[in-house]
């Protein structure tokens, strides 16, 4: 299989290829399409987020019908090999094809969501298709947390039937995502000087991953197992004052390590045994999910330590929160409905601070977290910050457009596989702006995102164009 460049999506993928277009250097490609937009005689609006939209109007036979919009985004995730010399923000991608793939030497290749905008590119410029009036979103800075999205307004949805071109697979659409929000929790401290014996206690060995489509498997927290051996410690009478807790890099992945030094007058021997009991039934209960888990416990130094009465309440806070999948979806098997993330926690000069990620298609699940939360705030002297707050785009049995996209794809041979998603996705934004609109997610197969080993299907980018057309001809 050739990379056609006489064929329109396939040439527009290999112009994008040539514009960095990294997340947070999304400029050149949004003026790009800009340019597009001018060149074509077509309507469009850029924002100051390097958003694009574009307008065209319905084919001839068409202009009744009800306007369609397609939506992909701008940016890529920029990862390259060790061993590769290239500059993201201002080389080109270096484009060759293997097996019938599409690949980029040693560096990501931005089929996520290059597809896409390839797509919606060689629609916009073609006068002989059959559609509805359509317009075009562009977003930017979808792969570090749907910023262009968030950045649109409810005017700026120019339809109330959505296809998103972020949804790989071919035979595959999704029928809902997650919404949530992210929680600080602020723990106050004080610290105090100290001269008792100072200990390390280290969590290693779990296996993390993505909060929203690993929560269900019930994978170890660090930041939670850590705070439950301390609890477990000073249930059995030993004297644990904390020093600091530190765990986690990121709020929307399940954190893999975690350390506490703490001080304390107890026996070693006592603390060590104890330790081993906590970890050896901690073991057993992750023995499928995370058999590589372990504890480390030595000496440390410390010369002052959390006083007794704040380094208490943060324990009690992180013993007792809710954390890991809450809730699975009655109508769509394998969903995870509800779930809260403990992902960081950083102790600071003055307080301890927990960053939670909530999430849930569902606003009642999202606000009963939240209220969880901050009832036990309460109760431990800790205040609870929710910002960022997102919505969800919850499973509708009715969809017309999905209803279409199945009827094209059976014609085809192929019977549609409907998909649901525990993590974020742009849908849920412009869910949130149209409560009534239909969403379906479409694209070709691709493989790898993220990873200088992404590629694309060559075979699946040319069948899944011609799906997309076919579907707009029947809307």
């Not at 112009?15 to 077509?42: C, M, R, W």
């Not at 002052?304 to 208490?312: F, H, L, T």
């Not at 919505?391 to 794809?409: C, I, Q, Y």
């Not at 549609?416 to 996705?425: R, T």
């Amino acid at each position: 299989m050739e990379f056609d460049l006489n064929k329109r999506h396939c040439y527009y993928f290999n112009e994008i290829a040539k514009i960095p277009h990294g997340s947070f250097n999304e400029q050149a490609i949004s003026d790009y399409l800009v340019t597009f937009a001018k060149d074509n005689g077509l309507a469009y609006k850029q924002d100051d987020k390097f958003n694009v939209i574009i307008d065209k109007p319905a084919s001839p036979g068409y202009e009744d019908s009800e306007p369609v919009i397609l939506q992909a985004h701008i940016d890529m995730v920029c990862e390259k090999n060790k061993d590769v010399e290239h500059d993201f923000t201002k080389d080109p991608l270096d484009l060759y094809v293997e097996d019938g793939w599409l690949k980029a030497r040693g560096t990501t290749l931005g089929a996520d969501d290059g597809y896409g905008v390839s797509y919606m590119l060689a629609i916009l410029e073609n006068k002989d298709l059959k559609h509805p009036p359509l317009s075009c979103i562009f977003t930017s800075m979808e792969e570090v947390g749907l910023l262009g999205a968030a950045n649109l307004q409810a005017e700026d949805m120019h339809g109330r039937r959505l296809i998103n071109l972020d949804g790989g697979g071919e035979v595959r659409t999704t029928v809902s995502s997650a919404g949530g929000a992210t929680g600080l929790s602020h723990c106050p401290i004080r610290f105090e000087a100290s001269t008792k014996p100072a200990y390390a206690l280290r969590v290693r060995g779990l296996k993390g991953g993505h909060s929203g489509a690993l929560i269900h498997m019930e994978l170890g927290n660090s930041n939670t197992l850590l705070a439950r051996i301390l609890k477990e410690l000073q249930l059995q009478g030993l004297d644990v004052q904390l020093s600091s807790f530190n765990g986690g890099l990121k709020f929307n992945a399940i954190p893999r390590e975690a350390d506490a030094v703490f001080v304390s007058a107890a026996d070693p021997e006592k603390l060590q045994a104890a330790i081993r009991c906590s970890e050896a039934n901690i073991r057993e209960e992750l023995e499928f999910s995370d058999p590589g888990f372990s504890v480390i416990f030595e000496p440390a130094d410390a010369e002052k330590a959390i006083v007794q009465k704040d380094s208490d309440a943060f324990l009690n806070y992180m013993y007792l929160m809710i954390n890991g999948f809450q809730h699975r979806s009655v109508a769509i098997e394998g969903l995870t409905a509800a779930s809260l993330n403990a992902g960081v926690v950083t102790t600071k000069e003055d307080e301890i601070l927990i960053e939670d990620l909530i999430r849930s298609a569902l606003k009642t699940h999202t606000d009963d977290m939240i209220s969880h939360l901050k009832v036990l705030a309460g109760l431990c002297g800790v205040t609870v910050e929710i910002r960022d707050r997102f919505p969800g785009w919850g499973f509708k049995a009715d969809s017309p457009l999905r209803n279409t996209l199945r009827e094209v794809l059976k014609e085809r041979g192929i019977e549609l596989k409907e998909e649901a998603s525990h993590g974020g996705l742009e849908c849920s934004m412009f869910k949130g702006l149209v409560e009534d609109m239909d969403i379906i997610t479409y694209g070709p197969v691709s493989q790898g995102a993220h990873t200088p080993g992404e590629k694309l299907d060559l075979a699946s980018f040319d069948r899944a164009f011609d799906v997309l057309c076919e579907v707009l001809a029947r809307c």
